[in-house]
C-alpha cells in the first residue's frame, strides 16, 4: 500500500484562523491496483507551532486495513504543508 498522490485539494472556508480544512481525493495503490476515494481532513496549528492533523472516517469500501492508511495520509498531507503545496 501506498499513496500516490492527493487531487482536487480545496481549501473550505474557516472562521477559525488557526484550523484550516481541506476536501481532496486521494489516488493509492492496494494489492498492485489503484483505488481512488474522497477525503476530509483538518491541520490545527497550536500555540507551539506544532500541526495536528485530523481526517474524517475513510470509506467503508476499502479492503484494506483502516490504521496503515491513516498512518500513510497523515504522513503524507504533513509532508505537503511542510513543503508549502497546499492551497
Same mark, same amino acid.
Given at each position: 500500500? %501506498? @499513496?500516490? #498522490?492527493? %487531487? ?10 488557526? /484550523?484550516? %480544512?481541506?476536501?481532496?481525493?486521494? @489516488?493509492?495503490?492496494?494489492?498492485? %491496483? ?8 483538518? /491541520?490545527?496549528?497550536?500555540? *507551539? #507551532?506544532?500541526?495536528?492533523?485530523? *481526517? ?10 483502516? *490504521? ?15 513543503? #508549502?503545496? *497546499?492551497?
Amino acid at each position: 500500500m %501506498r @499513496i500516490l #498522490g492527493l %487531487r482536487a485539494i480545496s481549501k473550505e472556508e474557516s472562521y477559525i484562523y488557526y /484550523i484550516d %480544512r481541506y476536501k481532496a481525493t486521494v @489516488i493509492m495503490e492496494v494489492l498492485n %491496483r489503484q483505488v481512488s476515494f474522497q477525503v476530509n481532513f483538518s /491541520i490545527e496549528i497550536n500555540p *507551539l #507551532g506544532m500541526k495536528s492533523i485530523d *481526517l474524517e472516517p475513510l470509506p467503508k469500501t476499502l479492503d484494506y486495513p483502516v *490504521l496503515p492508511i491513516t498512518k500513510s495520509l497523515k504522513q503524507y498531507i504533513t509532508e505537503l504543508s511542510n513543503e #508549502g503545496k *497546499l492551497p
